[in-house]
Structure formats: structure tokens, C-alpha cells
């Protein structure tokens, strides 16, 4: 069991590499970006890539990644991966000309007329990612972790090369316009928001060609009995996920249809929104091993559900995410200061880093229902997930109708917040009713403490100040790996760990 435990752990390692070259690229578009647009101008990308795009992704992809890792072993390698992407093929050009047909709604919808050209963009972009969806997920069940990671780590680095090349050469727009021109007859003007967009398709399109060979025996397949089967597992899995989406984009979607115009006073809801998205983007620095994580514990929870000491080691895996969140997290927040310029120099997109230790612990919160939820994967009750991650969709809701307004940025924190502990507790709870696993308690008091010591971070460095601003982040940093340490000795003991 031990040994099983360690190769989660290498499995995440390999997969927290590849997130953090792929989010390395991203933080280097980011520089870019930051530096050419102002943080009101930033706030249009926001909004269309935190939320717009982001749940496009949900509505296009169809759950069908998760399908496919169900499906793999039961219909066939071959069989199951044209199936599906035959599926998604016809669905993503029914959806791309429905968006493309409703555009010019959907922009008067959201109040963004202006930038119309842009939900074209969205609409291009989420059609490659969706067929870059399956190939990717099929590297992943034939354990070719290195390509997977390096296809990943190319189409990054494509995604910084077209952005770089298009923000700091205006040149390369001009001659895109020419061309549009030339031989398509569409006369335009880019500017620095369109080259954003166009560098996200470049880099899917490069992505997309290094993947063709994953396509070798594709041929359309339709047969309703099949398509019956997966979408019945497919469409749970779809809404939880939807409602998962929903729960993270909903506090940003709502941001700026909330807040008042002259909330802020040195500040346009706008600029804060840009500032406010950014700080969303600083918690990777969290939320690269939750995902690298996730990456690795899907197969994981199934791979090991047939063996006796399963719930043993379902708890053991709840631990230790939990202990290493914790000690991440705060170590984040002593340091998030300094972090926050050397990630964002540009001081007008600095305004709310006073919110990316909540936002981190939000995620953290998110990590621990995935493991939660487990539970109703193994024991055949995925609808709880579903109903759950619905809940938390209505408590986000509710909280930022009532407390955005009122708070503004803080308010969408909040919100988050709550909808992560609604669905902790309740997860907890109704997984231990249908499927029972011996948790560690003291563990989920570590997630209590860890929270009220955010708050107590600032103060610590203002009572240590008599050692000097060096060894008072020294001292702090001491006391909080030794704690950790501690806490890691002891649940070895508690399970035997350390006589294996």
C-alpha cells in the first residue's frame, strides 16, 4: 500500500513538471500582456477567458474525457476513441454555428458590442481544444507520460512565441490585416486584445498538428446503442463538472453586472476586475499540484477500489494532500509580498494580492471534495456529486447576489469561500453514508487552523519585527515546516508507516 502511494506521488510529480512549464509560459504571456494592455483593457480577457471560455470548455467537451478513461478497457482502445470523438465532432459544429449564428445577441447579453469580434475567437478556440481533448486524454491512458508532456510543454511555449511576436510586433497584425484583406475581403484593425486571442489559436493549431499522429485509425462511427451507454454515464459527469465550472467562474461572471459603477474611488470596477483576475492567476503557485494532483488520482480512486486496504489508503491520500496544501498555503502567504512583485512588476495590477491566500484556500477546499467525492464515484452515486456540486453553484450565487455588491472583489472571495465549505461538509457527510472511509479528523482541523492563521500572517511579521524583517520570515518559515514536520512524524506513526 505504501509503494501504491508512492506512485501517486511520482505520477503527481510528473504531471506538477509539465503544469509548471505549461504555467510558466502562461505567467511570461502574462508579462507580456500586463505590460502592453492597462488593467481595464486586461478585464475584457478576464472576463471571456475566466468565465466565457472557460465554461465553453464544459459545454463543448461533453464529459467525454472522463468517459473515455471509463470506457477505454470495457469497449476497446480503438473502438471507444472514434466513437467519441465522432461524437464531439458533430456536436462542436452544431455548437460553434449556433454561437456564430446568436454572436451578435449574446454580445448585446453581456454588454460587449464592442468587442464582438472576440466571441469568434472564443468560438475557434474552443473547438481545437475540444479536439485536442481526446488525443490527449488517450496519451494519458497509455501511459506515454513523456509526449504528453512535451506536446503540452510545445504548444506553451507556442502560445508565448505568438504572443510575444504579436504584442511587441505590431508589424505581425499589420500583415495578418493585409491578408484578411487581400484575400478574404474583411477589412479590420487589431489591436493588443486581438493578439491575445490570435496567439491562443496559433498555439492550439500547433498543438493540434504534433497530435495528428494520435488520430492514426480514426474513421466516423455512429451507433446509437453505444452512444446511448457512454452519454448516460457522460451527461452526470457533464453537469457536475458544468457546476464545478460554474462555481469557479460565477463570483467573476457577476463582478461587473454587480458592483457599482463608483464603488471604487481611485479605481474603475474595471481596473479592479483586471487587478482582481490577476490575483486569480497568482494562486497557481497553489493550485499546480491540486491540478497535477487531480491529473493522477482519477485512474488512482479506480485503479485501487477492487483492493482490501482501499479505504485505508483513500485516507492516507486525504492526509497527506491535506498536510501538504496546508504547509504550502501558508508558506505562500508569509511570502506573497514579495512573490506578488516578482510575478506582477507592474504595480497597477497589485491592488487585491491581499485576497490570493483566501482564493489559494478555496482551491484547497475544492481538492479536498475531489477527494470527497470519490466516494460517490466507487459506489456507483455519481448523482450526489452532481446534486452537491449544485448546491455550491446556488451558495455562490446567493452569497455574491448578497455580498458583491456591498463588498465588491472581497465579496466574489467570499463567495467562493462558502461554496467550497457547503460542499466539503455536505460531501463529507453523504459520502460517509454511501460509501464509509476512515478519515483522519484531525486532518480536517488542519484545514480550520490553516484558515485562522491567514488572517494572523500580517501580524506575525509586525510581533517579529524586533528581529528584523530577514530573520522574522526566517523564524516564521522555522516554525511552520517544524509544524508540519511534526504533524507528518506523527500520522506516520498513528498508521504504522514508518515500521514498513
Not at 62 to 74: E, Q, S
Not at 131 to 139: C, D, E, G, Q
Not at 182 to 199: E, H, P, R, T
Not at 410 to 415: L, Q
Request: with cysteine; charged share 10%.
Amino acid at each position: 500500500m505504501h509503494n501504491t502511494v508512492k506512485t501517486l506521488g511520482k505520477e503527481t510529480i510528473i504531471y506538477s513538471i509539465s503544469n509548471i512549464i505549461v504555467r510558466g509560459c502562461a505567467y511570461f504571456a502574462l508579462l507580456l500582456q500586463t505590460n502592453v494592455l492597462t488593467p481595464s483593457a486586461y478585464s475584457i480577457v478576464i472576463e471571456f477567458y475566466g468565465s466565457y471560455i472557460a465554461l465553453g470548455h464544459v459545454i463543448y467537451d461533453l464529459a467525454m474525457d472522463m468517459t473515455y478513461f471509463r470506457y477505454v478497457h470495457i469497449l476497446g482502445k480503438q473502438y471507444t476513441f472514434n466513437i467519441i470523438v465522432t461524437i464531439l465532432l458533430v456536436t462542436s459544429i452544431i455548437l460553434s454555428t449556433l454561437l456564430i449564428i446568436y454572436t451578435p445577441q449574446i454580445a448585446r447579453i453581456t454588454n460587449h458590442l464592442a468587442h464582438i469580434r472576440y466571441f469568434y475567437y472564443m468560438t475557434g478556440i474552443l473547438m481545437l481544444d475540444t479536439l485536442l481533448m481526446i488525443p490527449y486524454a488517450r496519451l494519458r491512458v497509455a501511459k506515454k507520460t513523456l509526449w504528453l508532456l512535451l506536446v503540452k510543454c510545445l504548444q506553451a511555449f507556442a502560445s508565448l512565441f505568438f504572443s510575444f511576436l504579436l504584442l511587441c510586433c505590431p508589424l505581425c497584425l499589420r500583415c495578418i490585416e493585409y491578408l484578411l484583406d487581400s484575400y478574404l475581403n474583411i477589412k479590420v484593425s487589431f489591436n493588443g486584445l486581438d493578439a491575445v486571442f490570435i496567439a491562443n489559436l496559433l498555439s492550439s493549431l500547433t498543438a493540434l498538428t504534433l497530435l495528428l499522429p494520435n488520430f492514426k485509425g480514426f474513421h466516423l462511427i455512429w451507433n446509437n446503442r453505444t452512444i446511448q451507454t457512454i452519454g448516460g454515464y457522460a451527461a452526470t459527469s457533464f453537469l457536475t463538472t458544468l457546476f464545478f465550472r460554474m462555481n469557479e467562474t460565477l463570483p467573476l461572471l457577476l463582478f461587473r453586472k454587480l458592483v457599482p459603477s463608483n464603488f471604487y474611488v481611485t479605481h474603475t470596477k474595471e481596473a479592479i476586475l483586471g487587478n482582481f483576475g490577476t490575483s486569480c492567476k497568482l494562486t497557481l503557485c497553489i493550485t499546480l499540484g491540486i491540478q497535477a494532483f487531480k491529473h493522477a488520482a482519477e485512474p488512482f480512486f479506480f485503479a485501487n477500489s477492487a483492493r482490501r486496504e482501499a479505504l485505508k489508503l483513500y485516507s492516507q491520500t486525504m492526509h497527506l494532500f491535506i498536510l501538504a496544501s496546508c504547509c504550502c498555503l501558508l508558506l505562500f502567504s508569509v511570502n506573497i509580498n514579495w512573490v506578488a512583485k516578482i510575478l506582477i512588476p507592474n504595480a497597477d495590477y497589485r491592488h487585491t494580492i491581499d485576497t490570493v491566500p483566501y482564493l489559494a484556500f478555496a482551491h484547497i477546499l475544492l481538492g479536498v471534495y475531489y477527494n470527497l467525492s470519490a466516494a460517490f464515484k466507487l459506489s456507483a452515486h455519481p448523482r450526489y456529486n452532481t446534486w452537491i456540486s449544485a448546491l455550491g453553484t446556488l451558495v455562490i450565487w446567493c452569497t455574491a447576489l448578497l455580498l458583491i455588491p456591498t463588498l465588491g472583489h472581497w465579496g466574489c472571495v467570499y463567495a467562493s469561500m462558502s461554496g467550497a465549505v457547503a460542499m466539503g461538509l455536505l460531501g463529507y457527510y453523504i459520502g460517509q453514508k454511501c460509501y464509509p472511509i476512515p478519515y483522519h479528523k484531525h486532518g480536517f482541523l488542519l484545514l480550520l487552523a490553516t484558515f485562522l492563521a491567514l488572517d494572523k500572517v500580517s501580524l506575525w511579521r509586525a510581533k517579529l519585527a524586533f528581529l528584523g524583517a530577514g530573520w522574522a520570515y526566517i523564524f516564521l518559515h522555522i516554525i511552520i515546516l517544524a509544524t508540519f514536520y511534526i504533524l507528518t512524524i506523527r500520522w506516520k506513526k498513528s498508521i504504522g508507516l514508518t515500521k514498513q
